[in-house]
């Protein structure tokens, strides 16, 4: 090959970048959500509805960039251990609210540790990552067609 960059290069592949350090990531996580009885997953369905509950399931699938069939079983998991119940809109039958139980939200407060957790056991910088965070924004919006 001659001396010119191979452009197929593993290690030059956005995506490969981007799957190993999600599942890193996500590493770092596993065992701060375990005492909780949490996954990642879950734990993110959780922080929207701490943020933002009641939701349907159509916001929530919109919100989490989840398509219905994935983001059911995490609800089905979450209301079995008692942290959401789902249930049907008085308003509109079709509409199936998520919202939380008294469990639920005593979780927040449990949970409120892991950000500075996870910021610490990667051992990075603050602002470093707050900048990765906008630049994976910016990733996620040109990758789904948004202007940048």
């Known amino acids: 090959m001659?001396?010119?960059?191979?452009v197929l290069s593993l290690d030059r592949q956005v995506c490969f970048a981007l799957?190993?350090?999600?599942?890193?990531?996500i590493g770092v996580y596993r065992p701060l959500l375990q005492p909780m009885g949490l996954t990642h997953p879950q734990y993110l369905?959780?922080?929207?509805l701490w943020e933002r509950a009641?939701?349907?399931?159509?916001?929530?699938?919109?919100?989490?960039?989840?398509?219905p069939g994935t983001l059911s079983p995490l609800l089905k998991r979450l209301e079995a251990i008692g942290y959401v119940r789902?249930?049907?809109?008085?308003?509109?039958?079709?509409?199936?609210?998520?919202?939380?139980t008294g469990k639920g939200r005593e979780l927040r407060s449990e949970a409120e540790r892991i950000p500075?957790?996870?910021?610490?056991?990667?051992?990075m910088p603050l602002e470093e990552l707050q900048e990765l965070h906008r630049s994976l924004t910016r990733v996620i919006a040109a990758a789904n067609g948004a202007p940048h």
Not at 45 to 48: E, N, Q, R, Y
Not at 54 to 67: A, M, N, R
């Open 2 to 6: 001659s001396d010119v960059t191979d």
């Open 19 to 25: 799957a190993v350090a999600s599942r890193a990531v």
């Open 45 to 48: 369905v959780m922080l929207a």
């Open 54 to 67: 009641p939701l349907s399931v159509k916001e929530l699938s919109k919100l989490l960039q989840l398509d």
């Open 86 to 100: 789902r249930q049907r809109d008085s308003q509109d039958e079709r509409v199936l609210l998520v919202t939380l």
């Open 116 to 123: 500075s957790s996870v910021v610490e056991r990667l051992g």
